[in-house]
């Protein structure tokens, strides 16, 4: 179906059924989705009489099952020929892994944290995608250190934000003088 751009099954079955009321070919159907459907292909030669008139012999069809493949099958065969899967499963890290990468991290760039805050951010990195299963948004991790580097980047706007938001969060004036009549 995919070699002759035919999209439907129906259309398949109505154009072999054709194909064999032609005598191009002969089609046994099996009716069974656990086995084919056998399918005899002829030699077409240029000869004076009809191949449906002449008489067949083993050598002169060719016999091949056909099977819908299923989407297993498609999926297996995409993974043997390396178009996905090529790479190793991605296996999460352990606590120690990241609390030594965000420590050389931020020792090696100035990210505006000190060496106690390495690690408690290491900390919260790890819970967050420990919580999430090991997740960027709705896909699973592929590396762990790129993701990494990615909070090491947002931690300023994390600052900034979580001063915005303690201080204006609900509009309130933080210096309140309760002697004062309302």
């Keep these: 179906m995919r070699v002759s751009k035919i999209g439907s099954v129906a259309t398949y079955h109505r ?6 009321e032609y005598g191009y070919l002969e089609y046994f159907p099996s009716f069974n989705p656990l086995v084919g459907s056998q399918v005899n292909l002829f030699t077409f030669e240029t000869a004076s009489v009809q ?28 993974l043997s020929k390396g178009e996905k899967g090529s790479q190793a499963p991605f296996a999460p890290p352990s606590l ?35 919580a999430n299963g090991w ?8 590396d762990w250190q790129a993701a990494a580097e990615n909070w090491l980047l947002k931690i ?6 979580q001063k915005s ?14 002697d004062e009549p309302l």
């Design 51 to 78: 191949v449906s008139e002449q008489p067949r012999t083993k050598s002169e069809t060719a016999s091949v099952q056909v099977m819908k493949p299923y989407i297993n099958s498609i999926n297996k065969s995409k």
């Design 135 to 142: 997740r960027v948004g709705s896909n699973p991790m592929q």
């Design 15 to 20: 154009c072999i059924k054709h194909l064999h």
């Design 165 to 178: 938001h303690n201080n204006y969060s609900l509009g309130t004036n933080q210096n309140k003088a309760y």
């Design 156 to 161: 300023p706007q994390f600052a900034s934000h």
């Design 96 to 130: 120690e892994e990241i609390i030594s990468f965000f420590e050389k991290r931020i020792a090696d760039e100035d990210v505006g944290l000190a060496d106690q805050d390495s690690e408690t951010e290491a900390r919260r990195f790890h819970s967050h995608y420990q």
